[in-house]
């Protein structure tokens, strides 16, 4: 478990990205499987992956491709069941799950602060990230998530009661994800707390946070706004399988 207190980060001003540098956000997972997140990542031709008990995400180099769902059947498998981010429309056969409208978030005015209450987390402290992330429903988070960047948490008592981290991480930009509160801290500023905390680490290494959110959960993007995030577009999710009869490279 852990106990000890982080140092706290400089502050330094919002990182601005160059008027064009967004356009990596795009296609966010594919940037961030072939990028510096490459290590985590499994790749079959012009589709990725990243590696079991990781993430469920997936991504193809250009939707538009039939040979890149081709080689997303044979890095999947049929069957088998993947998440995928902002690709509007699918294949013929392919829509075998659910899908739900999302927004993606920019920092343009937000200022990493470090928060005395925060700790950092790690691979002993999976167990109780799985329970909270399990009981509060923030997004996929599997045992080896904590693997894709920092993660850090508020305790009370003891407990883990407020957590948020570090995901996707394509060349200039970091991902804020996993935010969640137990719901008998909730209303007490633990979440944005804890983004500001996770936003220090990133814009010190000068990268611009971003993050994403379910369209309909509309108090946390109030939230997002109020602190220094932008919508900057829509975004489709799914939560997919690979049709039983999908061609594969085989």
């Known amino acids: 478990m852990s106990t000890s207190l982080q140092p706290p980060h400089e502050q ?3 990182h601005e990205p160059a008027a064009d540098a967004d ?12 990028g510096r997140q490459r ?6 031709g012009s589709a990725a992956r990243f590696q079991p008990e990781v993430s469920p995400f997936v991504a193809i180099a250009d939707p538009a491709d039939p040979a890149g769902w081709t080689d997303l059947a044979t890095l999947v498998g049929p069957g088998n069941a993947f998440a995928l981010a902002g690709v509007a429309t699918l294949p013929e056969g392919w829509a075998t799950g659910q899908s739900g409208q999302g927004v993606q978030l920019v920092a ?4 990493g602060e470090a928060d005395p209450e925060a700790v950092r987390l790690g691979p002993a402290d999976v167990p109780e990230m799985l329970d ?7 997004g996929p988070f599997l045992p080896r998530t904590v693997e894709m960047g920092a993660y850090y948490g508020i305790r009370q008592g ?7 981290g570090e995901r996707l991480r394509p060349p200039g930009w970091t991902e804020i994800s996993a935010v969640c509160t137990d719901e008998r801290y909730r209303g007490r500023g633990l979440a944005g707390r804890l983004v500001r905390q996770v936003a220090a680490g990133i814009q010190e290494r000068g990268d611009t946070p971003f993050l994403h959110a379910t369209a309909v959960n509309t108090g946390a993007i109030r939230l997002y706004e109020s602190i220094g995030f932008t919508v900057r577009r829509s975004v ?3 939560f997919l399988r690979v049709p039983d009869d999908a061609r594969t490279g085989r």
Not at 23 to 33: E, F, I, M, Y
Not at 108 to 111: Q, Y
Not at 132 to 138: A, E
Not at 158 to 164: D, I, Q
């Open 12 to 14: 330094v001003p919002p």
């Open 23 to 34: 356009s990596v956000l795009d296609n966010v997972a594919w940037a961030a499987l072939t």
């Open 39 to 44: 290590h985590l990542a499994e790749i079959v």
């Open 108 to 111: 343009t005015s937000l200022r």
């Open 132 to 138: 909270l992330v399990g009981r509060t429903q923030p």
């Open 158 to 164: 003891g407990e883990l009661v407020a957590l948020a």
């Open 236 to 238: 489709v999710f799914h």
